[in-house]
């Protein structure tokens, strides 16, 4: 809705990223909800790791609360056709209670706590640097190839591999 559209005014997401996957789903009135995926590295403390990347994420506003993202779920099988160890996505604090509730109780991700998130940022400043880390995340880790156990150990994810 608007609150959850607010943080991405003037902004851009994923600049530049072309999602491999898009699940759309749609109902008499258009596009109810969406989600993207894209196979791209990251590095997990001391460790490069191939993961799909989820984002894109939404539900068009008059169906939220509906139970419409439980549907996205045919997500998960897609996930395993890329043949990637993990899904990995992250999501503002905002957005904790209802993304727990969507994959925490299911048993399709672990919410993982104390990680920050190192991105590239989206313009060039030259008062600032190139990156920007994130401590306040909800960062979700999707076991597809590979059990949770196997998730390197690391507090700080770079999302620029």
Do not use: C
């Not at 920050?116 to 060039?124: F, M, W």
């Amino acid at each position: 809705g608007e609150f959850n559209a607010k943080p991405f005014e003037g902004g851009r997401s994923w600049a530049g990223a072309r999602p491999e996957i898009r699940v759309i789903g749609y109902d008499a009135h258009g596009i109810a909800a969406h989600i993207g995926a894209l196979r791209r590295f990251i590095k997990v403390g001391d460790v490069d790791l191939l993961v799909a990347e989820l984002g894109l994420y939404g539900v068009r506003p008059d169906l939220e609360g509906l139970g419409i993202t439980h549907s996205m779920r045919v997500m998960y099988p897609v996930l395993q056709q890329l043949a990637v160890p993990f899904g990995f996505g992250a999501v503002r604090q905002a957005l904790q209670k209802h993304v727990t509730k969507l994959v925490g109780r299911q048993g399709l991700a672990t919410v993982l706590s104390g990680v920050s998130v190192r991105s590239t940022r989206p313009d060039i400043h030259l008062d600032l640097p190139p990156t920007r880390t994130d401590d306040d995340l909800v960062v979700l880790v999707f076991p597809i190839g590979r059990p949770i156990s196997e998730w390197p150990v690391g507090t700080m994810i770079d999302r620029n591999g």
